[in-house]
């Protein structure tokens, strides 16, 4: 299948570690936030989402951080499991008026057994 | 349910071609974005359409276009294609128009300008 970012930072992980997975955005007028999910071939997934007036929002094995003074969004997940290996990346989104949308390029996750 | 569906898969062009391609939302969603992705750039907004209307543009030249059937399915073509138009062209599906976290993604059109 198609191979999304090939020269993208890497994060290796040992399975069942965790893992955090770094954004910076660019826009101090985001007001909303999701990560992504891309495995090799497929379209993006939708992991989490967070809006501007949280600082952290927890899923099922996953928990996002804002952290809107330096402008910084991590991705923690915890347990990292085989299936988790692909690249995950960032939007920040500007809701005023027309909807922006900002993407990040993405880090690899790789999993190791 | 099937899923957001994409063609053609691959596709190679030349410069100077032009290039449709096709995307089949999930059934009853009426909102299909578009988006291009390349290595360098990741993940860029081109258009959304929500009932035949074009709802969102991102900040792409004109030689990008697109449009909606009655069916929701939609179709974006690029004229005059430059070696710079090579991507991963992905449309996404929703609901509702500008909700990014109910879009539903295809696998994507690889597209190959030489």
């Known amino acids: 299948g198609e191979s999304v970012g090939l020269h993208l930072p890497t994060l290796s992980v040992q399975e069942g570690d965790n893992s955090i997975i770094n954004c910076a955005y660019s826009n101090s007028a985001s007001d909303y936030f999701i990560w992504y999910k891309q495995e090799s071939g497929k379209g993006p997934q939708f992991i989490i989402d967070i809006r501007s007036n949280m600082d952290k929002r927890q899923g099922q094995r996953v928990t996002v951080l804002l952290n809107k003074t330096v402008k910084h969004l991590s991705l923690q997940i915890a347990a990292t499991q085989p299936g988790d290996s692909a690249v995950y990346f960032c939007?920040?989104?500007?809701?005023?008026?027309?909807?922006?949308?900002?993407f990040g390029t993405g880090t690899r996750l790789k999993v190791l057994a | 349910k099937a899923g957001v569906t994409q063609t053609p898969r691959y596709l190679i062009k030349t410069r100077g071609q032009q290039v449709t391609l096709s995307c089949s939302p999930i059934s009853g969603h009426r909102s299909v974005s578009w988006y291009q992705q390349t290595p360098g750039q990741g993940l860029q907004f081109l258009f959304e359409y929500f009932s035949e209307t074009q709802r969102n543009k991102g900040n792409f030249p004109g030689r990008f276009s697109g449009r909606q059937f009655s069916n929701s399915r939609s179709e974006m073509n690029v004229s005059t294609l430059e070696l710079g138009d090579s991507a991963l062209y992905l449309c996404?599906?929703?609901?509702?128009?500008?909700?990014?976290?109910?879009?539903?993604f295809g696998p994507g059109t690889r597209l190959t300008v030489t």
């Open positions: 996404a599906s929703s609901l509702i128009s500008g909700k990014l976290y109910e879009q539903y």
């Open positions: 939007a920040e989104i500007i809701s005023s008026g027309t909807y922006k949308y900002i």
